[in-house]
C-alpha cells in the first residue's frame, strides 16, 4: 500500500491520466454514449469555465494560500456584465469595467493576506461574500436576459476553430500558456519558493507580498475571464453562477498534485483532475444516478486526494 502511494504522489498526474483512461474504457461498455463526440464535447464545454477557475486556483494553493472568492467572482463578473450591456454598453466595454472590479478583489484578497496574520480562508471568505452582494445588487437578484449580443461575443461562447467549441480552445490556450510560465519563467517560479518557505524565499530577495499580491489577482482575473465566457454561452446574467465552483477548483488542484501546504502543483495535473471529476459526473448522468450525488462523489475523491497529499508529505518529514 505504501509503495502506491508512493508512485501515485511521485507521479501524480501521469497516474490520474492512467485512472481517466480505465475509467473511460469503463464507462464505454456501462454507456454507449460516454465516448461520443457530441457528449464528450459537450462536456468539455462545460468544464472549461471551472478549468479556467481550476488554474488560478493551483497558482494560489502553490504560494501556499486559498481563495473561496473564485467562484463568486466568476458570478459578479458575468453578472456585472450582463447588466451593463443591457443598460446600453458596449459588451466589451462592460467585459473590461467587471475585469476591473474583480481584480480589485483580487488585490483586497492580496493585500489582506500578504500584510497581515489573517487567514487566506477566512479573508476569501469574506470577499467571496463580498462579489457574490455586488452579483445580487446589480441584477436585483434575478437573471437578466441578454439579446442582439454582437456575433464576435456571441462567437466567444457558442462558436467553434477548426471544429473545436472556442470555450474548449480559449481553456486550452490559457491552460499551455501557464502551464509554460509555471514551468520554465524565473518569475512564475517564485510562487513555489513562497509557497515552500516564505521566510527562506524573502531571504534569497523574492519578495512575497508581490508574488501573493500577483497570484491573487491573476486568480481574480481568471474567474471572471470564467464568468464572462460562461455569460458568452448561456446569453443570461444570472447572479447564482459559479455557486460552489470554488469547491470544484480546489477539488481538481489537489486531485492533480497541487499540496494544501503550498510549494506544489502544475497546471497539467490540475487538468488531469479536471478531466477525471467531469467525466466522473458526466457518467453518474449517463447512469441515471441523482444528480445530488455528484457533490457527494466529488467531496469524497477531494478527502481522498487530500489524505494522500497528507500521508506523503508526513512520510517526507
Known amino acids: 500500500m505504501k509503495g502506491i502511494l508512493t508512485v501515485f504522489t511521485k507521479f501524480r498526474a501521469a497516474s490520474v491520466l492512467l485512472i481517466i483512461v480505465l475509467f473511460s474504457i469503463m464507462m464505454s461498455f456501462l454507456s454507449r454514449y460516454f465516448l461520443t463526440w457530441n457528449n464528450l464535447s459537450t462536456t468539455f464545454i462545460g468544464m472549461s469555465a471551472d478549468g479556467i477557475m481550476a488554474i488560478g486556483m493551483t497558482m494560489v494553493l502553490a504560494s501556499g494560500g486559498i481563495d473561496l472568492s473564485v467562484g463568486a467572482v466568476m458570478g459578479m463578473a458575468g453578472a456585472i456584465t450582463g447588466v451593463l450591456y443591457i443598460g446600453g454598453w458596449n459588451i466589451f466595454y462592460a467585459c473590461l469595467i467587471a475585469m476591473g472590479i474583480s481584480l480589485i478583489i483580487g488585490l483586497i484578497n492580496g493585500l489582506v493576506i500578504s500584510k497581515t496574520t489573517i487567514s487566506p480562508m477566512i479573508c476569501t471568505l469574506a470577499t467571496m461574500t463580498m462579489a457574490r452582494g455586488v452579483a445580487l445588487i446589480v441584477t436585483q437578484g434575478s437573471p437578466k436576459s441578454l439579446s442582439s449580443v454582437p456575433q464576435v461575443f456571441r462567437f466567444i461562447g457558442k462558436g467553434s476553430v477548426f471544429g473545436l467549441p472556442t470555450p474548449i480552445v480559449i481553456f486550452a490556450i490559457i491552460a499551455v500558456i501557464f502551464a509554460f510560465l509555471m514551468n520554465k519563467s524565473a518569475l512564475f ?10 521566510q527562506s524565499a524573502e531571504y534569497s530577495g523574492i519578495s512575497v507580498f508581490k508574488t501573493k499580491i500577483g497570484v491573487y489577482l491573476l486568480s ?22 459559479g455557486e460552489g465552483a470554488e469547491m470544484t477548483a480546489i477539488s481538481v488542484a489537489v486531485i492533480g498534485g497541487a499540496s494544501t501546504t503550498g510549494g506544489e502543483g502544475t497546471i497539467v495535473g490540475t487538468v488531469c483532475g479536471l478531466i477525471l471529476i467531469t467525466l466522473i459526473n458526466n ?3 449517463l447512469l441515471n ?23 506523503s508529505h508526513r512520510k517526507k518529514n
Open 189 to 198: 517560479r517564485k510562487v513555489y519558493y513562497v509557497g515552500s518557505n516564505e
Open 283 to 285: 457518467a453518474l448522468v
Open 220 to 241: 481574480a482575473g481568471l474567474s471572471s475571464l470564467a464568468g464572462i465566457l460562461t455569460i458568452s454561452r448561456f446569453l443570461v446574467a444570472t447572479p447564482a453562477v
Open 289 to 311: 444516478v441523482s444528480v445530488y450525488w455528484q457533490k457527494l462523489i466529488t467531496g469524497s475523491i477531494l478527502l481522498l486526494a487530500v489524505l494522500i497529499d497528507y500521508f
